[in-house]
Structures are given as structure tokens and as C-alpha cells.
């Protein structure tokens, strides 16, 4: 059989592996590796992004190698296997494994004992990793007299410092005497050699060292490297079946992460579908949003997106949402829905949204599509003094084994960058001070030869050289992992057996190790449960209007367009206010001059950086005055961009000329959408660049009009904002 590599360590085991998982499909594919098991120690945190790169590489490139989901368990006696899950039954019981370590340990930490492995081991392939003295020969034969060899391997490994002949026939004569077969693995830690520099920083970072006082911690070489089956056969002369077996063992491993589908929770009573339930819900809401009577436009919305979402079976994911907001409406807590929500007639009705749909023009399949087939997405904000009431409700009413907050991963950007890898490199706090202060922001870490000069470095000292270098190379690593500010996983079944479970930092929140990019790529339902300080200030404000007034009010109910708002605004008196208080905002009111709702949606989304960036706040401030005349580059375009006065400023328009424009099919708009929305983490964007722009060169575009459109698309990933966002954001306005 082919080799395959079974025992992969990424730098999602944070500080110690020294390549990012999708690297090391990238790497298996070059090197002719049919299939690549990424076990990171006591986790799963990274194998998403490993499946989603060889699902690109199989778009790409016709063929891919096959990601083997997988983990290192280290028992907490320092017994260590890696653990192959060989079915889905089987990664459920890898989950509770992994879950039952971290639940009964702090933050970060997992506490596994040699019974939990028993109890749990069912149904994997395990690879005994060598280990020394009487307690570890003891529990291995234990383990071969409960799970038996066809279960079980022992693992050999390279240790490359010369003894590896020797060692390899002792491990050889120790599998015989357990009655194990053998199993190679070179163990990387890396994808190439070329990390081998880095891998030591993240040990002088892990372990609170300088790199030269890193002795024999440090790696004596760059052999620990992902290898090539020609490689393994070299290094493992004599022992040839042990490669092989690799292979054989990953032919018995059938899970992908696919199998993963997804059940929503169905709190359903009295024997009504959800569907039926949705739909009467939905009739009671727009009897209570328009009493005088349903307009005919909305009614038809509402049955065309119930018509969809039946046809999706979403119907448990609205009602889901709805309960949340119900709760917290029966205890006077005020939510309001964000984002592509407010495309919604459904969600208006609902009562998660106060933004009615008429308002923009945006289609409800912004929000659910067919074509894109995924969950869609409803961020929900409560007043931040009351969100804790909502997450605890949430938790006792579908149970911690049900619901989960999501991970955000921490990655290494600009000035974190510099001071951990500097402080690493042995730089003086002076040094790294004056380095911090030449990055801004959150971006990247790279600064000029000139600029050091200017702030007193040496720009032709070695030891400065090598660390730019390598805090360039660290950018976007993975440091470790932090809770999502709201999103929330809630399943059907147990949570725990589709993805492990773990203790937050804060007392009583749990949370996966999957983030929203990997929950979104495994089709995963998220709520987002999200705080807002306005929020509260607006029930505040409600609390005294009806103690001093005797005039109750809701969002609903507010009298919409009051010119007395408009009044203030034009003054730039919106100090304090959501949104409209920053000193670019306050200048921009007086000049924007709003007198109605969406001339605030696009107050709200033109002083962003996206916008700014592709130079388009003057031109639509003389178009909205007058001084320049609005003009469309074409009659299609001018359908897209005629609210906005001929200037994109929202990501809906950007994906619409990329579609209309450049002649992108929907499925190449969404990965361009994707890539707006990830920007930050990967700055994918400028790929579409070439495309985009002989597109629109062969629609008859000018060269002139298809940069400043793609710089402003390029700019979204700067923060860019969907039409629907600044919708619900200028209604709390």
C-alpha cells in the first residue's frame, strides 16, 4: 500500500507545530501522499481548515489528497497515541473523549486518564507511541488485551540524531513481545524544512525562553519534516512493512469530515410540523406589523420565502431564532436583528427584526439561497447588560451537551508579532518598543530598511534581519484559541459527538474549537447572540419616556422618519450614538445632510474603510449635491447602482458588477464574497483581481472605472458593509 502520514502536528497544536494544516495538504499533493492525518494534540481545532484546502486542491487541480481526521491524546501519565477514528460512530465517541478531558480541566488544559481511553476507544485505529518504564509496559499490554492487534499498532518515528538504526530494532523486538504490528510515521512538525527557524521561536515563545538559551529543546535539525514515501523507504530500510502499513491502516479509515451533517433542534409541540408552525407564526406577525392589513408586495415576499425555506427544511433554524427572541422579549429585554436578517419578511414577522423588507431592495436570497446551499446566518443584538439572561436561557433550555459558543482563533498579527518573536529573538524592550511603534493596527508586520534608519535600528544587523523575517512568517498563525462573541452552536443530538466541547475562560461558558469560518464550511447552524450598549441606553430612554410621559414605545412602534432626528444629525449632534459618533462621522453628517431612512444606511456604510479606500465618499457627495452628473457606465449597471447614485458601496453591489460587469457566475461572486469577508485573516481578494478585470475589459467597460471598482471591492475587505447591515444598524440610528 501507498504511505500515508498518520501523525501529523500542525500549529493548531499552538506553539509547537510550525505549518498551517491547509500547507501540509498543499505539501502531500507535491509529494504524492494519496491521503494525511492531521492529529494535533488532544484537539481537532485545525482539521477543518485541512478539509476545505483539499476540497480547493480538488477544485483546482482534478485530485487532492485525502484529509484522515484525527487526534494526539496524551494521557495525563504521559502515555501518548494517535487516535484514527475509522466511521462517524466512532469520531462521536473521539468527541466525548476529547470533551470529558477538557470539560474537567481549565482553559487550554485536557485531563484524560488511561480508563477514559478504555471506555472510549471503540471503533479507532490507535497508534501506540514508545514510551519508557514499568507503568507504560503495564498499560500497553492492558491495551492489547482489551482492544487486541487489530486495533492497535505501535508507532516508529525518526529521531534523526543517528541512532535511529539501533532504535528502530529495539521497537521492532518490542512489538513482537507485545504482539503488535509496526507502523512508520515521520512525526512532522512542519511541511518543509524552511520552518525549522520558526518552529524554534514558537518553542522560545511556548516555553517563556530566549532561542539561544533553548539547549537541547531547540531542533538539532530540519529532518522533522513532512516526507515523501521514497523518503519514508530510505529511512526505514529493513523495515519497509512498517511504511506499507501506513497505507493499509488508512484504507480501513472511512470518515470524512462530510459525514458531519448537520440536525437542527426541533422544540416542536402538539404534533405541529415546523413548517406549520413557522407559517402560523409568520401569519400572527404581519397581522400584528400591519393591522390595518397586509400590503399585497409584502404578503407575496412572505409566501415566496416560505415557499424556500420549506424547500431547504430550514423552518427549525427560524423558529430556533424565534424562541431566543421571544424569551427575551417576555423578560423586556430589546433585540433587534442584524445583518442579512433584515432581508426578510419572515424575520420581520418573527419579530427578530424591527427593519421592515420594503425598505432596501435587496431579494430574500441574499439570505437563503438554493444555489449557495448553506445554513443562512441571523445575528441578533440584546442590550449588553442583559445578553448573560439570554446565553444561560439558552444553555437550560437545549442543555451544555446541545449548545456551544464558537471558537475564535487568535492569530499572530502586527505588534503581537513583534513582541513575542522579538522578545524571542532576545531584543531588548527598547528595540521592540520602537519596532511596536512603526505597526498599525491589526495589519501586517513588515517595515522598511529606510524607516529603521529613521528610528534608530540597524537595518543591516543580523540578528534584526532574522526577526523581521520570521515575524513576517509568522503572520496569521494561530496563537491560541478565544471564545466567539456570540455564536451559537445548538444541535438536535449531543453536540459533543459532532464536535468536542471545552471550558471558556468565564465561569459557565462552554464553547467548540471550531470558529464561524469552519462552522460555515461544514454547513453548521450558528445563532449569533451578540451585545449592544445602544441597545440598553434605547430601553433606558424607553423606561423615562413612559415614567415622564406616559407614552409606551418599542422599536416597532417608534413614529419612523421624525424630522427632529434629521434636524439633530445635519448639526452633527451625535456624540454618543451608535454608529454616527466617530470625528469622520460627525464631520460627514453635515455634509450628507440626511432627511430620510436610507440616506442614514448610506451614512452608515460610505464612512468605512472600504469605501474610502476605493475613493468614493467625494464623488457621491458631489453627485448627491449636484456638482457632478450622475452617470452609469451601462443601463445593467445603473440597476445595481442607481440608490447609491452610480457609486458601489455595499458588498450586494460588489458581487452584482462582478456578476453583471465582469461576467462572474453566482458561485464565482460568492467565493468573491467569501474572500471580502475573510479578507483580513487570508487577503484572498486580489486573486480576482486579473479575472475581474479582463472580464469587464471584454464587457466594453473602461480600464479607468473596472480599477476604482475593484479597489473598492478590495477596500470591503477592510470592512465593507452589506446593504441589509447598515439597514438595521441606521433603524438603532
Request: a negative charge; charged letters at 25%; glycine letters at 8%.
Amino acid at each position: 500500500m501507498s504511505f500515508v502520514e498518520l501523525s501529523v502536528t500542525s500549529n493548531f497544536t499552538f506553539l509547537t507545530g510550525a505549518s498551517h494544516p491547509e500547507e501540509f495538504m498543499v505539501r502531500a499533493g507535491e509529494l504524492g501522499l494519496p491521503a494525511l492525518a492531521i492529529a494535533d494534540l488532544n484537539s481537532v481545532a485545525g482539521i477543518v481548515r485541512a478539509h476545505v484546502a483539499g476540497r480547493e486542491i480538488r477544485r483546482t487541480q482534478g485530485a487532492a489528497p485525502r484529509l484522515i481526521p484525527a487526534a494526539l491524546i496524551r494521557l495525563r501519565d504521559g502515555m501518548t497515541l494517535t487516535a484514527l477514528p475509522r466511521d462517524r460512530a466512532a469520531w462521536g465517541r473521539l468527541c466525548r473523549l476529547l470533551s470529558l478531558g477538557r470539560l474537567r480541566a481549565p482553559k487550554g488544559e485536557c485531563h484524560l486518564d488511561f480508563t477514559d481511553l478504555l471506555d472510549w476507544a471503540e471503533g479507532m485505529e490507535l497508534l501506540l507511541h514508545p514510551g519508557e518504564g514499568e507503568e507504560w509496559d503495564r498499560q500497553a499490554r492492558m491495551l492489547v488485551h482489551r482492544l487486541g492487534p487489530g486495533q492497535l499498532s505501535l508507532l516508529m518515528a525518526p529521531s534523526y540524531d543517528g541512532q535511529d538504526g539501533p532504535r528502530f530494532a529495539d521497537l521492532a523486538t518490542l512489538a513482537r513481545d507485545l504482539g503488535l504490528p509496526i507502523v512508520a510515521s515521520a512525526r512532522p512538525l512542519m511541511h518543509v524544512a524552511a520552518r525549522r527557524r520558526l518552529a524554534d521561536v514558537l518553542t522560545a515563545i511556548r516555553t517563556g525562553v530566549r532561542v539561544d538559551d533553548l539547549g537541547r529543546a531547540a531542533l538539532a535539525n530540519a529532518e522533522q519534516r513532512l516526507r515523501s514515501e521514497a523518503g519514508m523507504l530510505r529511512i526505514f530500510a529493513g523495515h519497509e512493512e512498517a511504511v506499507h502499513r501506513a497505507g493499509e491502516i488508512a484504507g480501513r479509515l472511512g470518515f470524512s469530515l462530510d459525514e458531519l451533517s448537520y440536525e437542527y433542534p426541533s422544540e416542536i409541540t402538539d404534533g405541529e410540523s415546523p413548517a406549520d408552525r413557522l407559517r402560523r407564526l409568520t401569519l400572527e406577525g404581519l397581522r400584528w406589523r400591519y393591522p390595518a392589513g397586509t400590503p399585497e408586495r409584502v404578503a407575496q415576499m412572505a409566501e415566496h420565502e416560505l415557499s424556500l425555506i420549506a424547500k431547504l427544511k430550514y423552518e427549525p433554524y427560524f423558529l430556533t431564532v424565534r424562541d431566543i427572541v421571544a424569551f427575551a422579549r417576555e423578560r423586556g429585554i430589546l433585540c433587534q436583528g442584524r445583518g442579512s436578517a433584515a432581508n426578510s419578511v419572515v424575520c420581520f414577522a418573527l419579530g427578530v427584526t424591527s427593519v421592515s423588507p420594503e425598505i432596501g431592495t435587496m431579494v430574500f436570497e441574499r439570505f437563503v439561497s438554493e444555489a449557495r446551499d448553506e445554513p443562512p446566518d441571523i445575528d441578533v443584538d440584546f442590550e449588553h447588560e442583559r445578553r448573560e439572561e439570554v446565553i444561560q436561557h439558552i444553555y437550560a433550555k437545549y442543555g451544555r451537551h446541545r449548545a456551544g459558543l464558537c471558537a475564535t482563533v487568535i492569530h499572530y498579527r502586527g505588534k503581537r508579532a513583534a513582541r513575542e518573536v522579538g522578545k524571542a529573538m532576545g531584543l531588548t524592550e527598547d528595540t521592540l518598543s520602537a519596532m511596536s511603534s512603526q505597526i498599525w493596527g491589526w495589519g501586517g508586520g513588515a517595515i522598511g530598511a529606510e524607516r529603521l534608519r529613521e528610528i534608530g535600528l540597524d537595518p543591516s544587523d543580523r540578528r534584526l534581519a532574522q526577526t523581521l523575517e520570521l515575524m513576517e512568517e509568522i503572520q496569521g498563525f494561530p496563537r491560541h484559541l478565544s471564545q466567539h462573541v456570540g455564536g451559537f452552536i445548538i444541535t438536535e443530538g449531543r453536540l459533543d459527538e459532532l464536535v468536542p466541547v471545552e471550558n471558556a475562560t468565564m465561569e459557565d461558558r462552554t464553547v467548540i474549537p471550531w470558529d464561524k469560518d469552519d462552522i460555515d464550511a461544514l454547513k453548521i447552524l450558528k445563532v449569533d447572540v451578540l451585545a449592544l450598549g445602544m441597545l440598553s441606553c434605547i430601553r433606558k430612554a424607553f423606561q423615562l419616556i413612559e415614567k415622564h410621559h406616559r407614552a409606551s414605545y418599542t422599536l416597532a412602534t417608534l413614529p419612523p422618519e421624525d424630522p427632529a432626528v434629521y434636524d439633530m444629525l445635519c448639526k452633527a449632534d451625535s456624540l454618543g450614538l451608535f454608529q454616527v459618533e466617530s470625528r469622520a462621522q460627525m464631520n460627514f453628517l453635515p455634509r450628507m445632510r440626511p432627511r430620510k431612512f436610507y440616506d442614514l444606511v448610506i451614512q452608515v456604510a460610505i464612512i468605512r474603510p472600504g469605501p474610502i479606500q476605493g475613493d468614493m465618499v467625494h464623488p457621491f457627495l458631489r453627485r448627491r449635491n449636484g456638482e457632478e452628473q450622475v452617470s452609469f457606465p451601462s443601463d445593467d449597471l445603473g440597476r445595481v447602482l442607481g440608490k447609491t447614485l452610480g457609486v458601489p458601496l455595499f458588498q450586494e453591489q460588489a458581487m452584482q458588477i462582478a456578476i453583471i460587469g465582469a461576467g462572474f457566475d453566482p458561485s464565482e461572486a460568492d467565493r468573491l464574497r467569501r474572500s471580502l469577508a475573510t479578507f483580513k485573516k487570508h487577503g484572498s481578494v486580489s486573486e480576482f483581481r486579473d479575472r475581474f478585470m479582463s472580464g469587464m475589459r471584454a464587457n466594453g467597460y473602461d480600464e479607468d472605472f473596472s480599477a476604482r471598482c475593484f479597489a473598492q471591492i478590495e477596500g470591503f475587505g477592510s470592512y465593507g458593509f452589506p446593504e441589509s447591515h447598515a439597514a438595521s444598524f441606521a433603524y438603532i440610528v
